[in-house]
């Protein structure tokens, strides 16, 4: 990634705001983080990298031109509050930034949400995707050599048996209106690249786990829960697999992909991290049990609770083609990983405290 203009829709969110920080501290590029600031927007996310939550959070597409023009070899970030449903605001975003590329994050993520309130999940995966896409098509066709970068989850493809792994040749299957809106995504990304030539890539990732982790997901939620001292819920009977990677690894992931991936394509990203839902809670609690000892085990909190509502069995990427054609291999396995995420949490109350107290403080959602 050597001196791009790269467009980061999401930016403040979990995954965006890892790449953002990895784009600023790791290359020169010059990055537009594009976020709404929905509950999950934390923008926070980017204080290490430049982003001030108090001034900068209010910069809309009437500062946008002044924001650009303080951009330089020191000063790389910008950040435009804007929702990708806006084809007023995103055709402006691109015409002033001019980028080389954008990766394509913003999205509503969490699948119990989905269940409980569908709509929103239509209106930003899908219309939003293809608002931006007309935005980048009409910049294309003016700069050639951009790409459109699309970010997307393993949960597009179903659920899969005992064994097996998705492969970017797996049928897509969805089975709730979060993965049934990212297959939406995926399949508008596609068309506008068979219908109009834009230029694509498309990723889909295993779960994401790690440092600034909204406090909705699994990982976070029980880390958290485990210093409230309060129940740490598990689905059915835990026997749910997840494919966990670390999100360092999925952002430099990203980064590869833009940079030597082929035109067209789509790449999985997997970390060959399979974990039962309850191996990685007792996995946490032994954590928590040695770096924050109490007089009892973190175990005894564990409580299994109804299961969700179409709850997939197991997910698990084969990332062979990312790693052989492009050469990508994880940092981290779970072991690293998730120890340097509970550390993380921690070390780092500043940050999860005023989202546990203010937004989200660990109510079950997705009953359905």
């Known amino acids: 990634m050597k001196n791009k203009r790269c467009i980061v829709t999401g930016g403040c969110g979990f995954i965006g705001s890892a790449l953002t920080r990895l784009l600023i501290k790791e290359t020169d590029c010059q990055v537009l983080v594009i976020d709404k600031l929905t509950y999950a927007g934390v923008p926070e996310s980017l204080k290490e990298v430049g982003l001030d939550p108090e001034r900068d959070v209010d910069n809309?597409?009437?500062?946008?031109?002044s924001q650009l023009a303080t951009l330089n070899s020191e000063k790389r970030l910008a950040f435009l509050r804007a929702d990708i449903c806006d084809q007023e605001a995103m055709d402006k975003a691109f015409a002033e930034f001019r980028p080389d590329t954008i990766f394509h994050l913003a999205a509503e993520s969490h699948v119990d949400r989905s269940i409980d309130g569908p709509g929103e999940f239509i209106r930003t995966n899908i219309t939003g995707t293809a608002t931006l896409l007309q935005a980048a098509l009409k910049w294309w066709k003016q700069h050639p050599s951009f790409v459109f970068q699309h970010i997307s989850t393993d949960e597009v493809y179903g659920t899969l048996g005992e064994t097996g792994y998705f492969t970017e040749k797996t049928p897509y299957?969805?089975?709730s209106p979060?993965?049934?809106?990212?297959?939406?995504?995926?399949?508008?990304?596609?068309?506008?690249?068979?219908?109009?030539?834009?230029?694509?890539r498309i990723t889909n990732c295993s779960n994401n786990y790690g440092p600034y982790h909204f406090p909705e997901k699994l990982i976070p939620l029980v880390i958290l829960n485990c210093l409230?001292?309060?129940?740490?819920?598990?689905?059915?009977?835990?026997?749910?697999?997840?494919?966990?990677?670390?999100?360092?690894?999925?952002?430099r992931a990203l980064m590869l992909v833009n940079e030597k991936g082929a035109d067209g394509e789509?790449?999985?990203?997997?970390?060959?991290?399979?974990?039962?839902?309850?191996?990685?809670?007792?996995?946490?609690?032994?954590?928590?049990?040695?770096?924050?000892?109490?007089?009892?085990?973190?175990?005894?909190?564990?409580?299994?609770?109804t299961d969700r509502p179409g709850h997939?069995?197991?997910?698990?990427?084969?990332?062979?083609?990312l790693m052989g054609e492009l050469g990508w291999k994880p940092?981290?396995?779970?072991?690293s990983g998730i120890r340097r995420t509970v550390q993380w949490y921690l070390d780092n109350e500043w940050w999860w405290k005023p989202i546990h107290e203010q937004r989200y403080s660990g109510q079950r959602l997705g009953k359905g």
């Open 228 to 251: 409230d001292g309060k129940p740490l819920p598990v689905y059915g009977k835990g026997a749910n697999v997840r494919d966990w990677l670390f999100v360092e690894d999925h952002a």
């Open 331 to 335: 940092r981290e396995n779970f072991e």
């Open 60 to 65: 809309d597409i009437s500062t946008l031109n």
């Open 173 to 175: 299957s969805p089975h």
């Open 312 to 321: 997939d069995l197991r997910y698990a990427i084969d990332p062979s083609k």
């Open 266 to 305: 789509t790449y999985n990203v997997g970390g060959h991290n399979e974990r039962t839902n309850l191996e990685v809670v007792e996995t946490i609690c032994r954590i928590m049990d040695e770096l924050r000892p109490k007089a009892t085990s973190y175990l005894d909190l564990i409580t299994f609770v």
């Open 178 to 200: 979060y993965s049934a809106s990212k297959a939406s995504s995926d399949h508008l990304v596609r068309a506008w690249h068979d219908t109009y030539g834009l230029p694509i």
